[in-house]
C-alpha cells in the first residue's frame, strides 16, 4: 500500500483501457488515472483495423493523434466466383504506434506496465507483487473470458508484417480473399499495404475450435506469399483466437463476471461485434461515455456501464444469428458462401453491417433470396444457438 489514491483505475491496457485513458486525459484532465499492464507494453501485440464509416465524428477525433495507416481509395474481397472493389475508406493501427500515441499525451504517472493483477474490487487493484492500488473507481478491461453461459465459435488468425525485396504493387487492402483452400473452416487472407515495400498479411478462420496450429499457419502463409511472388524481411508477426459469439445467457455470464461497484468493460463486457470480432468502435463509443460520466461514484457507473452492455446485446442479436448460420448451417469448406452472397449486396447494406447499425431492410436484404447454404441447415442453425464456448477453450 503507497498510501495514494488514485481517481480512477483502469485494470488492463489493451485497446479499451487505452483509449478510456485518452478519453479521460482530454476531456477531465485535472482527474489522478492510472493505467495498469501486467505485460511489457501497452496495447500488447496487435493491430487494429476499422472502417471509416464505423466511427462517428467524435470517435475519428478521439483517434486522431494516434499514428494510423489510412487507405481512402477504399478495399478489395476476393471469392471463387466473385471479385469485388468497394469504395469505403480503411484504417488500421499498430499496439506501437498505439503505445507511442498514448505515451506522448498521458501524465508520465498514468501508464504501469510489468504490474500483473492478482485481484481487484470497488477500492482498488491488488497486484502479484502484492502492491495495492487504490482508487474511487475500478474499470475492469481485461480480455474475454469462456464461458458455458455463451456459445459459438472462433476467428483464428496468424499475421505477418514484412518488407518485401521489391515494390508489391497493392494500392488498397484486401479484406478477404477466399479464394484459398479452406481446410475445414473459412478461411481467408487479410492483406494491408502499410507501405510500398511493406505489408501485413494474415491468414484467418472462422474455427468450430479455439486451437491455433502455429507450424501449419505458417507454411500456409509462406505458399500464399509465394503464390503473389512476395519475398522479403519479417518484421513481426502476430497471432489470436477471438470469440464469434453466436448466442447464449449473457444475463448469467455477466453475472459469473461481476464485482460489485467495478465497471466491466470491452470484450469481457460484450463489447464487440458478435460476427466479425471488431471492438474498435464499441470502445471508442464507450470511452466516451465514460469519460463523461467520470464523477459517478463507482457503483453508478458500472451499472450505467452494464445497462449499456444489456442494450448492445440485445441490439445485435440479428449479428448472432448470422454467426448461428456461418457455423450450423452446411459444411465448413461451404462457409465462405455466405460472404461471397453477402458481398453482393449494396455497399451501404455492407458498411452499417460491418458498423453493427443494419436496418430492417438491410436485415431483409441479407436473409432474402436463395440462402447460400442448404436450406434445412440454415434453418436448424438458426433456430439454435451453437455449443458452449468453455468447452472449447
Known sequence: MTGRRHDIAIAGGGLSGGLIALALRRARPE??????????????NHRWSWFASDLDSAGTELLSTLR???????????????????????????SADFAAGLARELAASTIRCNAPI????????????????????????????????????????????????????LTRPVIMDACVTQHGAYRFV????LAHDELFVEDTYYADSPQLDR???????????AAQGWQGELLGHETGVLPV????????????????????????????????????PQAAALARLIAQEAD????????????????????????????????????????????ER??????????RFYAARSTISDMARVLVGKPPVPVLGAMRALLASGAPMAERA
Open 31 to 44: 482527474l489522478d488515472v492510472v493505467l495498469v499492464e501486467g505485460g511489457a507494453a501497452i496495447g500488447g
Open 245 to 280: 459469439v453466436t448466442g447464449g445467457n449473457f444475463a448469467a455470464w455477466q453475472e459469473g463476471l461481476r464485482v460489485p461497484g467495478v465497471t466491466r468493460v470491452g470484450a469481457r463486457a460484450g463489447f464487440v461485434h458478435p460476427l466479425t470480432s471488431y471492438t474498435l
Open 190 to 193: 487479410y492483406v494491408l499495404p
Open 342 to 351: 453477402f458481398y453482393r449486396l449494396p455497399e451501404p447494406t455492407v458498411e
Open 296 to 339: 459517478l461514484p463507482g457503483e453508478q457507473l458500472a451499472a450505467l456501464v452494464e445497462g449499456e452492455a444489456a442494450r448492445h446485446w440485445r441490439g445485435t442479436a440479428f449479428y448472432r444469428k448470422l454467426g448461428a448460420m456461418l457455423f450450423g448451417a452446411g459444411e465448413p469448406d461451404q462457409r465462405y458462401r455466405i460472404f
Open 215 to 225: 507450424r501449419a499457419l505458417s507454411g500456409r502463409i509462406d505458399a500464399y506469399c
Open 118 to 169: 492478482a485481484a481487484l474490487d470497488a477500492t482498488g487493484l491488488t497486484l502479484e507483487s502484492g502492491e495495492r492500488i487504490a482508487a474511487r473507481t475500478v474499470i475492469d478491461c481485461r480480455g474475454f473470458e469462456p464461458t458455458p453461459h455463451l456459445a459459438g465459435g472462433w476467428q483464428v488468425f496468424m499475421g505477418r508484417h514484412l518488407r518485401t525485396a521489391t515494390p508489391h504493387g
Open 68 to 94: 494510423q495507416t489510412r487507405w481512402d481509395a477504399g478495399y478489395d474481397v476476393a471469392f471463387p466466383a466473385h471479385r469485388r472493389t468497394l469504395s469505403t475508406e480503411y484504417r488500421s493501427l499498430s
